[in-house]
């Protein structure tokens, strides 16, 4: 018996204290969190350059406005260009130079700089009498008349000189240019046929 109980180990107790954890003070936890949001930070950053989207973001140009034609100003007409002296005129230079009368009626074409002709034709006949107001005064009737736009509005139509000889032809731009005046002129002409009816019918 006493054998078995010198044999017999005492029982060891163990003791387990409770850990006490401490709330870490502002400095630890700045310490901590600090090294995180940075690293985060930097990561969100680096991943936002090499985007191609940002990396290669070019601003666009601003669209250039256009530009606006100026519209080509016509020169007034003189007040003693009335009908009657317009009139005249015209007859002036039918007689002068009949051979630029066209066969189904109006003129031919003439040519461009044909004022700058006219005026040495005068220097050299001082006997025809015709001023150069006068011819001024005509040729901007007939070059306004529609039978003319009609002609001068086909481009590669031979032009005309004071002598009644070919001289150039009517260009492209020139051809456009005489058909958006003849639609001004029709345009016009029809308005004034509506009023002219509208009166009659009243």
């Known amino acids: 018996m006493g054998k078995h109980q010198e044999e017999r180990k005492t029982p ?6 409770r850990r006490t954890f401490s709330e870490p003070s ?3 936890k700045t310490d901590i969190i600090a090294p995180v ?3 985060q930070t ?7 350059i090499n985007s191609s989207a940002v990396e290669k973001h070019i601003p666009e140009a601003p669209a250039r406005k256009k530009k606006k034609k100026k519209k080509k100003h016509s020169f007034p007409r003189p007040s003693h260009w009335t009908r009657e002296y317009t009139h005249e005129c015209v007859e002036k230079i039918k007689i002068l130079f ?3 009368r066209a066969e189904g009626g109006g003129f031919i074409p003439l040519k461009i700089g044909i004022n700058n002709d ?5 220097a050299e006949h001082p006997e025809t009498e015709l001023t150069m107001d006068e011819w001024l005064c005509a040729v901007s009737c007939i070059t306004s008349r529609r039978v003319y736009l009609q002609r001068t509005a086909v481009a590669g139509v031979p032009r005309y000189g004071l002598d009644g000889h ?3 032809q009517v260009s492209e731009s020139e051809a456009q240019s005489a058909g958006r005046r003849l639609v001004t002129l029709e345009q016009k002409l029809l308005r004034m046929q509506a009023q002219q009816e ?5």
């Open 98 to 100: 009949p051979h630029l």
């Open 37 to 39: 949001f940075t690293e």
């Open 26 to 28: 502002l400095s630890e």
């Open 12 to 17: 060891v107790i163990v003791v387990k204290k």
């Open 42 to 48: 930097t990561e969100s950053v680096s991943a936002g």
């Open 198 to 202: 509208n009166i009659s019918g009243q």
């Open 118 to 122: 006219i005026s040495a034709f005068l």
């Open 166 to 168: 070919p001289k150039g």
